[in-house]
Each structure stands twice: as C-alpha cells, then as structure tokens.
C-alpha cells in the first residue's frame, strides 16, 4: 500500500502571509494531483504534475513536483481568505494492477483570516 | 454540464438497517470510484468500476459493504447491516481514464449511524 504524508495538517494564517503544503512517500507515483474541498461539496481538481521536477503555476499557487516524483509542495503567495479550504495532494500508482489508482494524503486544513 | 449526482445528500438512520447511497456518473466517463472521508483516515478508495465492471475492491472494508454498477450511468453501494463506526461522508467520483486524468467528485453522502 502506497503512503502520501501531507504536512501540515492544519495551518491557520493572517491574509497576505504566504505558505508551503509538503506531500512526502517512499513510493514513486506516475504523477500527482492536488485538489481543493470546500465544506459541504467534493474535492475539485487543481492541478496535476507528470514530469519529475515539473512545476506548474495557477495565479497565486505554485506547484512543483519532485525529481524523484515521490515528493510535491504547494506554494501560495499573498493567501487570501478565499484559499480558505481543506487542500488535498493525491499520488496516482506508477504500474502493476493498479495503475492510475489514486492515494489521497491526509490533507491540510487551511484558514486564512482577514 | 451535470457533474457528478448522489443521493441522498444526508442519511440519519439506527444501527442494524440498511442504507443504500446511489451516485449517477458523468455521462460518458469509463471509471467510478467510491469513497469514504473521515477525520481520521481521510479520505480512502473503497472500490472502482471500470465500463461498469469492479476492477479493485481492496478497500472494502468488510462484507457488510458491497456496491453495483448495473449500468453506466448508476452505481449504489450498500452497507447491510449498518453500524455507527461507518458514519463517514461518502463520495463518488468518475473519470474518463486512469492516470492523470482528473477525478470529478459528487457532492457526497453525509452517513450518520445512530
């Protein structure tokens, strides 16, 4: 069975601030995925990275996969308190039968507060 | 375009009875997962359908949970006889392929087991 660690699991900061979300595993994915869940409503994609070493940018979130793709951060500079969510990093499985089956790390509740 | 629909949005029923969540796909997409998030486990993969057919029901977490794809466009999954260690939101989701493609989630089942 394939483990993601997200840290941190909570992460409460003031407005402009800027933060890290880590996804750490032993296991090497084919690529990985970062979503965002709003109470109520269910996980909605983000981004996915592929490449070993890609980073990906959506405004204010920078995303980077690690050279290994074991590893992946989020970055969000100037927080806002619309990135208030639960921010999920999801490994999907390299091969075998298994292929493509997504493991979700345990996710990081974060509050921004204006 | 409808994404993906589940009912019913909340269940409040007593140990010992039955409960049946139903979840309608994206038309179109190949693959269906059903999935479980708590505080403590997060969120985990129960099992997976593939053009209809369950390909990994590892994540099952005993016999008292089964789940049907009779046809593309609606899947159930059912507990019998429930107990209150499975109150859980439970999420579907589909997607058109396996890795990399987004997985587009439902707006959940809030389960509560009394």
């Known amino acids: 069975t394939q483990l993601l660690e997200q840290s941190p699991q909570f992460l409460s900061i003031q407005e402009g601030e800027n933060l890290t979300v880590y996804c750490n595993s032993s296991?090497?994915?084919?690529?990985l995925q970062w979503y965002r869940q709003e109470p109520g409503e269910g996980p909605v994609l983000l981004v996915t990275?592929?490449?070993?070493?890609e980073v990906k940018k959506l405004k204010r979130l920078t995303f980077q996969f690690g050279d290994a793709r074991k590893d992946s951060s989020l970055h969000i500079t100037a927080a806002q308190p619309g990135d208030t969510g639960l921010y999920l990093c999801?490994?999907?499985?390299?091969?075998?039968?298994?292929?493509?089956?997504?493991?979700f790390g345990q996710g990081t509740i974060l509050t921004v507060h204006p | 375009d409808a994404g993906v629909i589940q009912s019913p949005r909340h269940e409040v029923t007593e140990m010992g009875q039955e409960v049946t969540l139903r979840c309608k796909p994206i038309?179109?997409?190949?693959?269906l997962f059903w999935y479980r998030q708590t505080m403590m486990r997060g969120l985990e993969l129960l099992i997976y359908?593939?053009?209809?057919?369950?390909?990994?029901d590892s994540g099952m977490p005993e016999d008292r949970f089964s789940a049907k794809m009779p046809n593309a466009s609606f899947s159930t999954l059912k507990i019998q006889p429930s107990e209150p260690r499975d109150s859980a939101v439970y999420f579907c989701a589909s997607s058109l392929t396996m890795g990399g493609e987004p997985q587009h989630f439902g707006d959940g089942t809030r389960l509560s087991i009394l």
């Open positions: 359908f593939n053009n209809n057919v369950p390909i990994d």
């Open positions: 999801a490994g999907a499985n390299a091969g075998g039968t298994s292929y493509g089956k997504l493991t």
């Open positions: 038309s179109g997409h190949d693959y």
């Open positions: 296991s090497v994915f084919s690529s």
């Open positions: 990275v592929v490449t070993g070493g």
